[in-house]
Structures are given as structure tokens and as C-alpha cells.
């Protein structure tokens, strides 16, 4: 098997989840779920030795499976979108309140033979390429677990990352807001500037040409 576990989840809601050998990928797929960062659709991937978990977010839930780093992106990312359409054709929105494990007895066969599938049946991967490589899969990070909580960050570091480009790409659209706003607001006030500095210039001379401010020969 090179998908070694797969689950779904709403947050940390656990619905149904399925491991192939014995592991301690649920212990780590819930300190993932705990610092994921809160994006409505994602592609992500974190490596813990020698094994990749993958995760997709879509329609409020989150697809995750743990494979082997050999195995690499494409394929279980593939798996990934597999099981997000056959969980929302057979659950649909009852996921969206659904207790814990609720979809469990039912969906762990599911992710079972699909991970089958996809680990084994070359028609598999055949199948899976010609539908254009995972066009959906645009961005895809990879940070390994085991230097982050080295350094006692646990699993803050990744999620502080995707936090720092997304505020710096907020900051840098009002930076650009503000400066065409300030921008647009200078030209106003030279504009104005010009309008009245011409409007004192044709004044003096009327009253130059009119013999007076009041302008009495030109009445």
C-alpha cells in the first residue's frame, strides 16, 4: 500500500477515517487539523520522515491521506478528489452537522478500496494523468514535521507562513488602495489649485482693464 491512511474531516470533526497499517498518523493528522489555516480551498502537503500527508480543502471539509514520499503528489492528490466526490455524492450537506465518526462504518470501506485502488491499479495512475495532471493542484507546500516541533513550534511555523504571505498580499492590496486614493486626492487639490489660481489671474485683469475692483467701466 502506498497510501498508508486517509480521512475526512469538518475542522477537527473526524467523520470517517480508514488506516491500512498500524501508525501514529491519526495522533499527527490531529495536531494538522488543529493549525491548518483557515482557507476555503487548499492544496497542501507536510512530510514526516519518510511518509507525505496530503490534504485538500473543499466544501467545508477536509480530505487527508498519509503516503509513502516515493509515491509522490499527483497521484494521492488524485486519490484526494476521488473521495471528496464520492463522500459529497453520498452525504452531501448532512456532513455540515454530522457528530463525530457519523459517516465512519460506512465510508471507511470506501477510503479503504480506494486507497487500494489507488496504491495498486495502474489504471489508476493511466486515468488520473490523462485528466490533465490534477489541474486543480495550482500550489502545493511541503514542510517537514519533525524540524518543527524540534524547535517546539509544532505545526505553527507552517501555518504562520501561509498566515505572513497571505497578510502581507492584504496589506500590499491597501498599500495600493491608499496610494492611488492619495494619489487621486492630490491631483483633485492641484486641479483646484490651478482652476482657482486661473480664476484670480482673469479677475486682475478685469479689474486692470474695467479701472477698478469692482469693475465700473465694465457694467
Not at 507546500?141 to 517546539?152: A, F, H, P, S, T
Not at 505572513?164 to 492590496?173: D, E, G, L, S, Y
Not at 491631483?187 to 489660481?197: E, Q
Amino acid at each position: 500500500m502506498a497510501i498508508h491512511y486517509a480521512m475526512v474531516a469538518r475542522a477537527s470533526v473526524v467523520l470517517a477515517e480508514f488506516s491500512a497499517t498500524p501508525s501514529n498518523a491519526n495522533a499527527i493528522t490531529r495536531q494538522i487539523l488543529e493549525k491548518l489555516p483557515n482557507v476555503a480551498d487548499s492544496h497542501v502537503s507536510y512530510s514526516q520522515g519518510r511518509f507525505i500527508f496530503h490534504v485538500t480543502k473543499a466544501d467545508g471539509l477536509t480530505f487527508l491521506c498519509m503516503a509513502d514520499d516515493s509515491f509522490g503528489r499527483r497521484i494521492p492528490f488524485a486519490f484526494l478528489e476521488d473521495i471528496r466526490s464520492k463522500f459529497m455524492k453520498a452525504y452531501g450537506r448532512t456532513s455540515s452537522t454530522a457528530l463525530p465518526y457519523a459517516m465512519n462504518d460506512e465510508f471507511s470501506r470506501v477510503l479503504n478500496q480506494q486507497m487500494e485502488y489507488f496504491s495498486k491499479d495502474p489504471n489508476a495512475d493511466n486515468i488520473n494523468r490523462m485528466k490533465g495532471e490534477i489541474s486543480q493542484v495550482r500550489h502545493v507546500m511541503i514542510e517537514n514535521i519533525d524540524k518543527v516541533l524540534d524547535r517546539g513550534e509544532r505545526l505553527e511555523l507552517l501555518v504562520d507562513k501561509t498566515a505572513n504571505i497571505q497578510n502581507k498580499a492584504f496589506r500590499f492590496r491597501k498599500q495600493t488602495r491608499e496610494f492611488r486614493s492619495a494619489v487621486w486626492w492630490r491631483n483633485v487639490k492641484l486641479v483646484s489649485l490651478l482652476v482657482i489660481l486661473v480664476l484670480i489671474v482673469i479677475y486682475v485683469v478685469l479689474a486692470i482693464v474695467c479701472h477698478g475692483i469692482t469693475l465700473p467701466s465694465c457694467r
